[in-house]
């Protein structure tokens, strides 16, 4: 193998590489919605990179002329499509900044309608790129008599976009932000020093390709390499609404797991490919063996070093995040709670020798069976026939259902079982009931039964009020959500907005409902969860204004939204007796049956007499006006003062805001 061989397999690698890590890009931005003008068009750039780099790599594969034309006319789809993308992120990029769009809005467009006519040029004609020539390692297209007219037009297009990340640089007010247009300014060269023809312009004879050329070509790809990997690590963070740390967690971590694993897995291969006739064994037993064994290794080593390259790259570095990372670590969940309660009852039952045992936690709603060990006959009878709420002594000895508890030592004797509250720490509070089966008529443990079942009830009562302690920092977190989302979301508008954006009055609410179809689908997402779910605890209505009213007689954010929701759809309720087949109730009656009570599609679908399909249009146009009952509702809110709004009172939903529908 010659050393132009060498180095033509070296450039192919980290075309290949390229190829790899730009549509990883694309990916992760797929999975992150194209919301954002700076995600879609930087997209858009990375996968007419991708595919001019990928065709160049198909063409050094072809073996005649005629495929090779082929793959070289589809390469222009790249080329000819750089220049507008790349004016497109560029006025992406200074629109967030500040910068009225006014004339720049249309010349995007133009952009796109000058490159779509190149690519038709090139593709059905030879005026911009004429006839295929080989050279010694690869064939390229000769330039046709407009290929002059196209490198004004790429070239001058490349040199405004770059004058437009300057102004979006010089706009730009805080360190942070300076710093990262200042990278993406660098780096904004990369498309179309990577993809424009070059060869092109060379002579149409058979000729070996210069020496000289291929270091080129691979220092040049190295430096295109490490800019569009300096534009995903700056344009990432653009408008994300999430904190920077977690951004880069996320993105780093990709990284490692589909783009750096899918490079050394090629690597591995084009080794091994070359080199098994050295290990003697056929090509594709040592590739099978040897990709699989490098598929695993790889995932190992992102396993096992992922907590050290953490720190090594300082994403997670934050104290605070390493406190809450512990906490999701060490958290008592509820199958936990049942798992180590399940547990002490069957030693319970091996140490007392007794079939069955319980334990329920005292809660608002009443008495809650946790965990149970053995057969519970009629558990409802232990709830209802007993008031559990009366286990002090002093409580006990006035309460009139205190008489069904007779007390004997530490235990109560109800019915069939042995009874012994489980109190917190301080002893001041009941938590729970431990029941054993009664072996005995009187509790008859004798010195080491007694003190094995003290240590058991002290580990029951321990679990039932950390887990209390939990739910109490779970509720009060869940309060937080809305806040810090909205401050979250504030710092990511006030990156570019500056003042006008810390001042203003209206906070977030107006951008919720900018957009009807996107406020519409925010509602079918909390209805959809409107029994429980993340969609419904941290959903962006949490920060509207009749929410936050609302909370004043809710104790969650997530209460006070259902609580909105079910008006509502209330409002959505005709005069009059209700009715299962009359037109005018069909839209009520697919909300409450579908979202208040959870029916199931085809339950309600034969309880409503129509179709499947049917329903899930009627369910639409229902949705539609349950959103715009909220969104009147909180544009009344918003136009009254604060004077006018009662802070005690949570938000009124009256009638007449169903005029306007």
């Not at 450039?11 to 931005?29: R, T």
């Not at 194209?34 to 001019?52: E, G, K, N």
Request: proline content about 5%.
């Amino acid at each position: 193998m010659t050393l132009p061989d060498v180095l033509a397999l070296i450039n192919d690698v980290l075309q290949a590489v390229i190829v790899i890590f730009g549509s990883a890009v694309v990916l992760y931005n797929v999975g992150r919605g194209f919301r954002s003008q700076i995600t879609s068009a930087f997209s858009a750039l990375i996968t007419f990179v991708v595919i001019a780099y990928l065709t160049e790599l198909l063409v050094s594969r072809a073996i005649i002329s005629n495929s090779a034309e082929t793959w070289l006319r589809l390469e222009w789809v790249g080329i000819a499509m750089v220049p507008a993308t790349q004016y497109h992120l560029s006025d992406a990029l200074l629109s967030m900044t500040g910068a009225p769009p006014q004339r720049r809005k249309h010349f995007v467009v133009v952009g796109y309608v000058i490159s779509i006519a190149f690519l038709f040029l090139v593709l059905w004609t030879n005026l911009v790129a004429g006839h295929v020539v080989q050279l010694a390692q690869t064939f390229h297209l000769l330039a046709g008599p407009l290929f002059p007219l196209f490198t004004f037009y790429f070239w001058s297009v490349s040199i405004t976009s770059i004058y437009n990340v300057w102004r979006a640089r010089q706009r730009c007010i805080t360190s942070t932000t300076r710093r990262r247009m200042t990278t993406t300014f660098l780096a904004f060269m990369a498309a179309p020093l990577a993809v424009f023809p070059y060869l092109v312009t060379s002579g149409d004879a058979r000729q070996d390709v210069p020496f000289i050329l291929w270091p080129v070509l691979i220092i040049g790809n190295l430096v295109v390499g490490i800019m569009f990997a300096l534009l995903t690590s700056n344009l990432i963070y653009f408008d994300a609404a999430s904190p920077d740390r977690v951004v880069r967690v996320r993105l780093y971590k990709y990284m490692a797991r589909v783009p750096l694993a899918g490079t050394i897995v090629l690597l591995v291969y084009v080794l091994v490919n070359r080199s098994s006739r050295l290990l003697g064994l056929p090509a594709e037993t040592a590739l099978g063996f040897t990709l699989v064994a490098t598929v695993m290794l790889v995932e190992w080593a992102v396993h096992v070093f992922k907590r050290p390259l953490e720190r090594l790259f300082q994403l997670n570095d934050d104290p605070d995040v390493r406190r809450i990372q512990e906490l999701g670590e060490r958290i008592l969940t509820t199958g936990d709670l049942h798992q180590l309660l399940e547990s002490i009852l069957a030693a319970t039952c091996e140490a007392l020798r007794t079939p069955t045992a319980f334990v329920a936690a005292i809660t608002r709603d009443g008495p809650q069976l946790e965990a149970v060990v053995g057969p519970l006959t009629e558990p409802e009878a232990i709830w209802h026939e007993a008031d559990w709420y009366a286990l002090t002594p002093p409580e006990a000895e006035n309460d009139t259902t205190a008489a069904q508890l007779q007390t004997m030592g530490t235990f109560i004797v109800w019915q069939n079982f042995w009874i012994r509250p489980l109190y917190s720490r301080k002893g001041d509070v009941v938590l729970g009931i431990l029941g054993i089966w009664a072996r005995a008529a009187v509790p008859d443990l004798n010195a080491d039964e007694q003190a094995m079942l003290e240590k058991l009830i002290a580990q029951a009562s321990e679990a039932l009020e950390d887990r209390i302690l939990q739910q109490e920092v779970f509720r009060a977190v869940e309060g937080l959500l809305p806040g810090v989302t909205a401050l979250q979301e504030r710092r990511r508008a006030a990156t570019f907005g500056g003042l006008p954006v810390l001042t203003g009055a209206d906070g977030p609410t107006p951008a919720l409902l900018a957009d009807a179809e996107e406020f519409s689908n925010l509602v079918r997402d909390a209805l959809t969860h409107y029994w429980g779910g993340p969609k419904l605890t941290q959903s962006p209505l949490l920060r509207l204004q009749i929410v936050q009213r609302a909370m004043t007689e809710h104790d969650t954010p997530a209460n006070a939204l259902r609580a909105i929701l079910a008006s509502a759809i209330e409002l959505q309720k005709p005069e009059g007796e209700r009715n299962l087949t009359r037109a005018e109730w069909l839209l009520y009656n697919i909300l409450e049956l579908k979202f208040i009570q959870g029916g199931r599609v085809r339950d309600v679908a034969r309880r409503l007499a129509m179709s499947e399909s049917d329903l899930y249009r009627k369910q639409r146009v229902a949705i539609e006006n349950v959103a715009h009952t909220i969104a009147n509702l909180e544009k009344e809110a918003l136009e009254s003062s604060p004077e006018e709004a009662n802070p005690e009172e949570p938000a009124v939903i009256h009638r007449e805001a169903m005029t306007s529908l």
